[in-house]
């Protein structure tokens, strides 16, 4: 390796989120808050299709702008600039979201069009001097531009055809990466684990602005209090099954991979996997919004979806990840899962409380069985916080006769 790939990959290493993008985030805060309303006030199955349809752009245009912030630094010269434009178009997208399929069609299109040429530019800035970085910006500008363009020509459009032009606009973006390739893209692993971390933190945030909300002119009796409890409870659960150690095997794994490789791994776990755990807590939190203004009444189908279909697609994204890094299934969250899904004919049976109890009770248990079944592996995991490789965790894994979720099975072990 020569001096300059290893300072390369030190720089990597150590970038950190800034303050700038935090700052940035707070406008896909408030458009995911607009994702939970709009779903809210479009209590469909063509809603929840077309809230997704929503979150899925909004996520792709975040995703693109994390991917640009981890290869220049967003705070100097015209960048930041630049940056504060982006906020303020992006911002726009967030108001027009609830009407985006609606009489503000063109007004979403035209600011989505304007985030993403905003960072088609930066992204040039950023790939002066780097042939091959400004081939990869070369390469995604396409689906950038046609993406966004179709979903202006949406907006002069309606039933169907509106529905059908989002569909193309949003696969052209979501496949054309699979297509294109990542040979020339810059990942520093601290920084995508963070960064992605804390749009975690985020989307939890807005389940638990979804409790206040959805208790907003209730009276605080007995009912509303269990249910807000419950719903921070699921909160609290959902973080813990991301932060408690899963988040330091993704960071090993992708410490581990080099060159494209690590480039393909950060798409696949970050850009494509987070979407689902987060339209998931977006689901859940329109759920229990539902919950809250009606303990005592039964869930209609699409309310019972968002609250228990919500909790199975973030945990089912976790077992596509640990799929994915190369641990097999697992078993606590492939449960978990199952569990979940088959909850939701049920909570249409029940008193919405009771529903989202049952909720509730399969992510604490979820929870206590990994607490539990892998102590020792767990503990190993946290005190090295990311700084260890595959191949230590697996071994204390097998050594110890447990197989936390998101570890690939020990090269010592037969069978």
């Known amino acids: 390796m020569t001096d300059q790939e290893v300072a390369d990959q030190s720089a990597e290493s150590e970038q950190r989120v800034t303050t700038l993008e935090l700052f940035f985030d707070l406008v896909f805060v408030f458009a995911i808050t607009q994702v939970t309303g709009f779903l809210a006030d479009h209590h469909t199955w063509e809603g ?3 809230g997704m349809f929503i979150l899925g752009a909004l996520w792709w245009a975040w995703a693109a702008y994390a991917w640009l912030t981890n290869t220049l630094n967003p705070e100097e010269g015209i960048v930041r600039i630049a940056v504060f434009a982006s906020m ?33 530019v930066l992204y040039a800035i950023a790939g002066r001097g780097d042939r091959e970085l400004m081939q990869a910006v070369l390469r995604i500008a396409p689906s950038a531009l046609i993406g966004a363009a179709l979903l202006v020509v949406a907006g002069f459009t309606d039933g169907g055809l509106r529905m059908g032009i989002w569909a193309v606009a949003l696969a052209i973006d979501y496949l054309w990466l699979l297509v294109s390739g990542m040979r020339g893209w810059h990942v520093s692993p601290e920084h995508f684990i963070e960064r992605h971390g804390l749009i975690i933190i985020i989307a939890l945030g807005e389940s638990i602005i979804a409790i206040g909300v959805g208790a907003a002119g209730l009276p605080i009796d007995a009912g ?4 807000a409890l419950l719903g921070i409870t699921v909160a609290c659960a959902l973080w813990w099954s991301y932060f408690d150690w899963t988040v330091f095997v993704a960071q090993a794994r992708l410490r581990e991979a080099q060159g494209v490789e690590r480039a393909v791994l950060a798409r696949d776990l970050f850009s494509y ?3 689902p755990m987060v339209a998931g807590i977006v689901l859940f939190a329109f759920g229990q919004k539902q919950t809250l203004a009606h303990v005592g009444d039964r869930l209609d189908i699409v309310a019972a979806f968002g609250l228990c279909g919500g909790l199975a697609l973030y945990f089912g994204a976790h077992v596509a990840e640990r799929l994915r890094i190369g641990g097999g299934w697992g078993h606590g969250r492939p449960t978990a899962t199952v569990a ?25 248990a979820l929870i206590a069985y990994e607490r539990l079944r892998y102590p020792y592996a767990r503990a190993w995991i946290r005190s090295r916080r990311g700084a260890f490789s595959m191949e230590e965790a697996s071994h204390i894994a097998a050594r110890r006769g447990s197989d936390p979720d998101g570890l690939p099975p020990s090269t010592d072990q037969s069978g």
């Open 48 to 50: 929840v299709l077309q």
């Open 88 to 120: 303020a178009a992006m911002l726009v997208v967030g108001l027009a979201a609830p009407q985006a399929f609606g009489s503000a069609g063109i007004v979403f299109g035209v600011a989505y069009f304007i985030v993403r040429v905003l960072h088609l």
């Open 224 to 227: 509303t209090i269990s249910a």
């Open 273 to 275: 996997l987070h979407l």
């Open 340 to 364: 979940l899904v088959a909850l939701i004919p049920i909570a249409t049976f029940v008193p919405s409380l009771v529903a989202l109890a049952l909720a509730t009770s399969v992510c604490v």
